[in-house]
């Protein structure tokens, strides 16, 4: 799998676009960039893949750079809820996932 | 769909006791789940996955006679914390394989005391 690199931690005001970077430079071809979360105390929930291509679904955009060397997860309009640790993951196939740190999101009322 | 039932939610036990925690896929099968467990403030580990009808393979470092994994069937998987002690208290999470990604459990809270 991929290593991915992302900030710590970010804050995102309240009912603004939350923007997470994710550098996964290493990517290979066949990797997808997954980007899961986790609300404290619960297990992770699946947001969002892709592989080139930008992606939307009714929870996020996944934009991808050309080069597939980064991605960006947004959040349209951030919530207290989406107060949360986002991790973003390579993973190839059926392949495990393997968890790095995260950022840890903080929405400011 | 494609939910996954972990119990119990959370455990206290005695230190030398053991413990089961269950993981179920409820409206899919799924041949492989994963075991993670999580402390506090830090990210998922993966210990082991789980092979329906085979033996587990285990993460390096992590125990497979302190940590039992049974997947008997397709719907689930079963992780033992054998002979308990306060430094294995954790969020335990399982994980279930299905067509297009996975599914997580919402995970276990073990205290030891």
């Known amino acids: 799998d991929a290593k991915t690199t992302q900030p710590t931690s970010m804050d995102c005001a309240e009912g603004r676009a939350a923007n997470l970077p994710c550098n996964h430079s290493?990517?290979?071809?066949?990797?997808?960039v997954y980007w899961y979360r986790q609300i404290h105390s619960q297990g992770p929930q699946y947001i969002i893949h892709?592989?080139?291509n930008n992606e939307t679904n009714e929870m996020a955009s996944l934009i991808i750079t050309e080069d597939r060397k980064s991605s960006t997860l947004i959040l349209p309009h951030a919530t207290l809820r989406d107060t949360a640790v986002y991790y973003c993951i390579g993973r190839e196939g059926d392949d495990k996932i393997i968890f790095g740190k995260g950022t840890r999101l903080h929405i400011l009322p | 769909g494609a939910v996954v039932s972990q119990h119990p939610s959370w455990v206290i036990c005695k230190s030398g006791t053991s413990v089961k925690i269950e993981c179920r896929s409820l409206?899919?099968?799924?041949?492989?789940m994963f075991w993670y467990r999580q402390f506090p403030k830090q990210s998922l580990m993966l210990m082991a996955t789980s092979n329906e009808g085979s033996k587990a393979t285990y993460e390096q470092g992590v125990e497979k006679d302190k940590f039992l994994i049974n997947h008997a069937s397709l719907t689930l998987s079963t992780l033992t914390v054998t002979s308990a002690h306060p430094e294995d208290s954790s969020f335990y999470i399982c994980?279930?394989?299905?067509?297009?990604?996975?599914?997580f459990g919402s995970g276990t809270r073990l205290t030891v005391v």
């Open positions: 994980s279930a394989r299905r067509q297009g990604g996975y599914t």
């Open positions: 892709g592989l080139k």
């Open positions: 290493t990517i290979s071809g066949n990797e997808y």
């Open positions: 409206d899919f099968q799924a041949t492989t």
